[in-house]
Nanobody
Framework: QVQLVESGGGLVQAGGSLRLSCKASRGTFSSYAMGWFCQAPGKEREFVAFISRTGGTTYYADSVKGRFTISRDNAKNTIYLQMNSLKSEDTAVYYC???????????????WGQGTQVTVSS
């Protein structure tokens, strides 16, 4: 069973940047596809970005394309989400997730972290 712990969230002004990290323990990290999701107050958790097992394939939600970059370091059992040009509408709790393959839906992923809060002030 994989355990995921996110870090790197915080308060930032609009236009600023943050880098989220998600470190995995237990299990074989490199055998999992990984995703980032976010959940704003009063909204459902939604897809942000995906990265394949080797890092060779990535997908992004339209709302973050060109601003966010997902990456992974299998030697460190960690994935990252570099968030640039942040907007107030990016404010949410961000979760990382591990699963067998790509999916836009929450149900496509097996393991989830506890989340890290990102707040963007305008």
């Amino acid at each position: 069973q994989v355990q995921l712990v996110e870090s790197g969230g915080g308060l930032v002004q609009a236009g600023g940047s943050l880098r989220l990290s998600c470190k995995a323990s237990r299990g074989t990290f490199s055998s999992y596809a990984m995703g980032w999701f976010c959940q704003a107050p009063g909204k459902e958790r939604e897809f942000v970005a995906f990265i394949s097992r080797t890092g060779g394939t990535t997908y992004y939600a339209d709302s973050v394309k060109g601003r966010f970059t997902i990456s992974r370091d299998n030697a460190k059992n960690t994935i990252y989400l570099q968030m640039n040009s942040l907007k107030s509408e990016d404010t949410a709790v961000y979760y990382c997730a591990a699963g067998p393959r790509f999916g836009y839906s929450n149900g496509a992923y097996t393991y989830w972290g506890q989340g890290t809060q990102v707040t963007v002030s305008s």
